[in-house]
C-alpha cells in the first residue's frame, strides 16, 4: 500500500523558508496527484496546494498565494512545497496526501502522510 513520508518541517523565524517534501519509498508518485495540506491546533485541516499527475497546479489558500510554490521531481519521486515569507499563522501540521490522476478535496484524498510539525516564530 502507498505510504507517505513528509521531511522539511521545524522551526523558522517570520519571514523565513522552508521547503517541505512528500515522498512515498517503493512507490512510484507518477500517477498520483499530490496535494499538500496543513492543520493549525484547534483549527480544521485546510488544502494548501496540489499538483494534479501532468503537473497542472492548483493552489487553495488565499493566504499563501505568491508564496508558497509546489513542485515534482519526477526523477526523484518526490513533490515538494517551497514556502517562502513564512508568517506565525502558517505554524501548523502539514501533510501530504495522494489520489489517482486528478487533485481531490480533503475528503477524496486516498492517502495521507503523518505530517511534519513546522513552527513560525521568533
Known amino acids: 500500500q502507498l505510504q507517505l513520508v513528509e521531511s522539511g518541517g521545524g522551526l523558522v523565524q517570520p519571514g523565513g523558508s522552508l521547503r517541505l517534501s512528500c515522498t512515498a519509498p517503493?512507490?512510484?508518485?507518477?500517477?498520483?496527484?499530490i496535494g499538500w495540506f496543513r492543520q493549525a491546533p484547534g483549527k480544521e485541516r485546510e488544502r494548501v496546494s496540489c499538483?494534479?499527475?501532468?503537473?497542472?497546479?492548483?493552489n487553495y489558500a488565499d493566504s499563501v498565494k505568491g508564496r508558497f510554490t509546489i513542485s515534482r521531481d519526477k526523477a526523484k519521486n518526490t513533490v515538494y512545497l517551497q514556502m517562502n515569507s513564512l508568517k506565525p499563522e502558517g505554524t501548523a501540521v502539514y501533510y501530504c496526501?495522494?489520489?489517482?490522476?486528478?487533485?481531490?478535496?480533503?475528503?477524496?484524498?486516498?492517502?495521507w502522510g503523518k505530517g511534519t510539525l513546522v513552527t513560525v516564530s521568533s
Open positions: 496526501a495522494a489520489v489517482t490522476y486528478y487533485c481531490s478535496g480533503r475528503e477524496g484524498m486516498d492517502y
Open positions: 517503493g512507490f512510484s508518485l507518477d500517477y498520483y496527484a
Open positions: 499538483m494534479n499527475y501532468v503537473g497542472e497546479k492548483l
